[in-house]
T-cell receptor, first 122, second 113 residues
């Protein structure tokens, strides 16, 4: 079953509003989660690295004030797209790895991905 | 992480083996070869990974050449549900760190009925 859960799976919002996307690790703790964005017919592009208890690290060209990341617990990271515009419409995907914090890890190397969130800004 | 090169697309008949190639000629000694796939409108899914030995699991087999400059992912009996974009990724194993994956363009595999 899924070990990284992302919610919502799809959302339509009006231009100028904000949208929050949640990413949860279901049965493991993740000090680090990654947020990717994928435009149609393109590959996944890393947006930012979410660090529990500290500020996120953003990739070049990604506006940190527009894409707010909060990683308040070891199982939850949120991405908020603020003042969304139609050009923000995309498929947003989170990822985490089970590093075995506090218990035996599920797998040594694989990364788990959420189901993705299809954001449409109208 | 080393760069990888994959064909943009491939077709395969249902029930036949799908062989997806990947070139990684600049791979270094401590870099692993990973394969993920992404079915349309879903998040990527881990398939298999290896360092230098061939690997097999319930999903696929990974054949890595002796010089490690290329590899082939084999789906032994492709089904329609295997239609997806397949990504070959080369990266160092962090030994406890959670480094991000860098995705290339991948190969769109279409399994035909």
């Amino acid at each position: 079953g899924a070990v990284v859960s992302q919610h919502p799976s799809r959302v339509i919002c009006k231009s100028g509003t904000s949208v929050k996307i949640e990413c949860r690790s279901l049965d493991f703790q993740a000090t680090t989660m990654f947020w990717y964005r994928q435009f149609p017919k393109q590959s996944l592009m890393l947006m930012a690295t979410s660090n529990e208890g500290s500020k996120a690290t953003y990739e070049q060209g990604v506006e940190k004030d527009k894409f707010l990341i909060n990683h308040a617990s070891l199982t939850l990271s949120t991405l908020t797209v603020t003042s969304a515009h139609p050009e923000d419409s995309s498929f947003y995907i989170c990822s985490a790895r089970d590093l075995g914090l506090g218990r035996e890890r599920r797998s040594s190397t694989e990364a788990f991905f959420g189901q993705g969130t299809r954001l449409t800004v109208v | 992480d080393a760069k990888t090169t994959q064909p943009p697309s491939m077709d395969c008949a249902e029930g036949r083996a799908a062989n997806l190639p990947c070139n990684h000629s600049t791979i270094s000694g401590n870099e692993y070869v990973y394969w993920y796939r992404q079915i349309h409108s879903q998040g990527p899914q881990y398939i298999i990974h290896g360092l230098k030995n061939n690997e097999t699991n319930e999903m696929a087999s990974l054949i890595i050449t002796e010089d490690r400059k290329s590899s082939t992912l084999i789906l032994p009996h492709a089904t329609l549900r295997d239609t997806a974009v397949y990504y070959c990724i080369v990266r160092v194993e962090g030994g406890g760190s959670a480094r991000q994956l860098t995705f290339g363009s991948g190969t769109q595999l279409t399994v035909l009925p």
